[in-house]
């Protein structure tokens, strides 16, 4: 059981490159997020999903396109990468409605944009 | 409206208590407190529910205060793996629908020797 993973693990861009970044949960979770970190921010939520086929905006959605084709898999993409974007990508999951079961969170990418 | 977390940073000797303050401006329904730390993920620590409700680890304790939008950690006799970066985290009601979290910014927890 491996829960949450996330790939790659860390990652250069060149400005105006673009890249897909893959989480995949084995929990048969419903729930799935995309939040970014920055230093002295917190987490802050990109795009979610509340089942495979359906996605939303979250708090900062600019620049990010997000798909969930299978249940298992939530991607995040870039396509034209800015310096601003440069940060710590996390992906979490849960059950059913994340505001009353935790979320799991996989280990991170750590994506810089030059 | 991310939560506002108090104090920013916490020094504290080992077997010492600590409370980490977590409020809000908009009505609460739930809030979720974890832990991180340095390079590492954020780890789940406790959920608190509009009601009463508490779900999380028998260690650690919190309260929630519903009519003051406020939530409170507390870390008792403090021991060196308690250090981290603390967050609270909130579902503030958006009129329906699932999402995601609003994080704080996080309490620094330094506990030395």
């Known amino acids: 059981n491996a829960g949450v993973t996330q790939t790659p693990k860390f990652r250069v861009l060149k400005t105006g490159q673009s890249m897909t970044l893959l989480c995949a949960q084995d929990?048969?979770?419903?729930?799935m997020y995309w939040y970014r970190q920055d230093p002295g921010m917190g987490l802050r939520l990109i795009h979610y999903?509340?089942?495979?086929?359906?996605?939303a905006k979250g708090e900062v959605p600019d620049g990010y396109n997000v798909s969930r084709l299978k249940k298992q898999n939530f991607l995040l993409g870039l396509e034209s990468a800015a310096p601003s974007q440069t940060s710590v990508y996390f992906c979490?999951?849960?059950?059913?409605?994340?505001?009353?079961?935790?979320?799991?969170f996989g280990p991170g990418t750590r994506l810089t944009v030059l | 409206q991310q939560p506002v977390q108090s104090p920013q940073a916490v020094i504290l000797r080992e077997g010492e208590d600590a409370v980490i303050n977590c409020s809000s401006s908009?009505?609460?329904?739930?809030v979720h407190w974890y832990r991180q730390k340095h390079g590492e993920a954020p780890v789940f620590l406790m959920i608190?529910?509009?009601?009463?409700e508490q779900k999380g680890h028998e260690k650690i304790s919190a309260s929630f205060n519903e009519k003051k939008q406020q939530s409170s950690l507390y870390l008792t006799a403090s021991q060196l793996s308690y250090s981290g970066t603390y967050f609270c985290?909130?579902?503030?009601?958006?009129?329906?629908?699932?999402?995601?979290?609003?994080f704080g910014k996080g309490t620094h927890l330094i506990i030395q020797p």
């Open positions: 979490a999951s849960t059950t059913t409605s994340g505001w009353y079961n935790e979320q799991f």
């Open positions: 929990m048969n979770h419903e729930y």
């Open positions: 999903s509340v089942g495979e086929g359906t996605t």
């Open positions: 908009k009505a609460l329904y739930s």
């Open positions: 608190l529910l509009k009601g009463g």
């Open positions: 985290a909130l579902r503030m009601y958006s009129g329906g629908g699932a999402d995601g979290l609003t």
